[in-house]
């Protein structure tokens, strides 16, 4: 399968055709023809192959199979690939998310902490990929909550603060240090085209976030005092 189906190549030998940012490679198979030449009594071809009489030029015989290879084919300027589309969706300054938390500041054990975020999950970049007006619209599709207690926390949804909220999570006394990965994909389309999936993902972190989580002790006081 070539990139163009794919967006990186799969030799038989298991090796990937890996390509800078700026450059189109295929896994091709170099094929070649022969041409009809002058010759003492007419045309003919350099290795004797019959032309049958046809003019100076004109390709003649089979297509002959050469050796299968990565074969750079930028100068064709074919659009880009989606491979091609990752590789730069990567690149992009994507949203780092912040990390939000309720109560704000320290906390209480037996209580819950409520995160959420309230930054984009959508953005949209234009660029110009080898002459080529390329759209990518990213959006923010996996949330992965670190509790800063060993505790991993996935969604697929930013949360929301008190009483819509959909994230907590029960701590014990102690500090902690909370943070947010966003996992973010994307559609694209070339020159105004048809919109087609980027293959692959990619993540950002937000700045952690520090609280401490204290005991509350209760305490007997005389309400005629």
Known sequence: MNDRET??????DDDECVAPPDR??????????????SGPDGTTTVDG???GGVPVGTPVGPWIPGE???????????????????????TLPLPQLPTKQQPPGNALAGLPVIFFTDGPTTQTFTLDIRGFTVDITATATGFTWHAGDGTDLTTTTPGA???????????????????????????????????????????????PVTFTVLEARPVLTNPFD
């Open 7 to 12: 967006g990186f190549c799969n030799r038989t």
């Open 24 to 37: 189109v490679i295929e896994d091709l198979v170099i094929e070649r023809r022969r041409l009809a030449i």
């Open 49 to 51: 192959f019959p032309t």
């Open 68 to 90: 299968r290879g990565c074969v750079d084919i930028t100068a064709l300027n074919p659009p880009p690939s989606p491979g091609e589309v990752y590789r730069y969706f990567q």
């Open 161 to 207: 603060p008190y009483p819509r909220h959909t994230i907590s999570h029960d701590y014990a006394t102690g500090t902690y240090t909370a943070s947010l990965t966003t996992t973010w994909t994307a559609t694209f389309s070339v020159d105004g085209g048809l919109t087609a999936p980027v293959p692959g993902s990619t993540t950002t972190d937000g700045s």
